[in-house]
């Protein structure tokens, strides 16, 4: 039981770890639909 339990973690730590800091604050922001459109404009320009 306890296995399964650290195997979900691990699939959910592989999932989440190679978005980086960046991409997680533009979903995040995009999610919460504040600013969604400052940011997706300012990522079009980088």
């Known amino acids: ?3 399964y339990y ?3 973690l ?3 730590a592989a999932m989440i770890l ?3 800091p960046q991409n997680a ?3 995040n ?3 919460r639909r ?3 459109l400052m ?3 300012l990522c079009a320009l980088s």
């Open 6 to 8: 650290f195997q979900g």
């Open 10 to 12: 691990a699939l959910g």
């Open 39 to 41: 940011i997706a404009l």
């Open 1 to 3: 039981m306890i296995s």
């Open 29 to 31: 922001q995009g999610i």
């Open 34 to 36: 504040q600013y969604h």
């Open 25 to 27: 604050f533009v979903m």
């Open 18 to 20: 190679p978005l980086g």
